[in-house]
């Protein structure tokens, strides 16, 4: 378990940050659908065939052929005149998915395909998000990227995943989604500002703009309870952003069906 390496008597320096102890294309359509901007993900598989020469099989010679299937999933929201063209509607996920088990499917697994994915942006309109930033509207994007899960938060991230089989039978990574930035869109659009209240570039960053209000907010209210949690950094005497305990805890105990959810605020 990571514990932060700062003497007891200096001050630590704490941040929140929104993420999802997850990286499955299926679980990130299935919260945000026709609210995402932006999804990139990918799978691959690969499959043998294997046959024997016949006139060579007492001397035990077999031929085999390897076949590579990728899919790669590159989504980004058109604009139109009446609204999006290509929203991700309920119908258009399930033509996604469809294609995905065409194309991806082992008969030796024992999980449906999926896709790892890599980043993804949404839009939401909450004024609960509003209340606790200068925005002037409610609507935000939110885009979030995916970072190798910590050390302490791994076996928690494959337990929560374990159904899906992401890591067992499909091979995946274990990473977690991390939030990086939320934008007033409103402001955005307008070049008043750049309406960006939460930053965050990643594990290498160890100043994360990341207002307590807004991580708590987004996380009780806008991430998926199931994959939802709100990790807690703190900058060690050695410069480095390191998970504090804390999250590695309140993961485990959202696993096995024990843990609280932090009061709104």
Known sequence: MSRSRASPNSPKQTYLIPSLLTNSARAILDAFGDDLLALTAHGSVETTNQT??????????????????????????LRGTDGPKNPLTKSAQEEILEEVETILA??????????AVTSFTIRITDE?????????????????????AEPAIKEPTKRLNVDRGLYSDLGFNVTNLNLRSVIETETKYHQQSDGRYFSWRGPDDIRPRSPTKLAVRINNHVLPDQYGALKRYVVT??????????????????VNGSGSTEASQ
Request: glycine share 2%; aromatic share 6%; proline share 5%.
């Open 237 to 254: 005497d050695d410069r480095v952003l390191e998970l504090d305990e804390q999250t590695a805890d309140a993961a485990g105990e959202a």
């Open 52 to 77: 024997v020469i016949e006139s060579l099989r007492k001397y035990g010679v077999s031929r085999a052929q390897q076949t590579n299937h990728r899919l790669s999933f590159e989504y980004e929201r």
């Open 106 to 115: 082992v008969e030796s697994n024992t999980v449906k395909p999926d896709l």
């Open 128 to 148: 609960r998000l509003q209340q606790v930033t200068p925005a002037q509207t409610p609507e935000f994007d939110l885009q979030f990227v995916a970072d190798p």
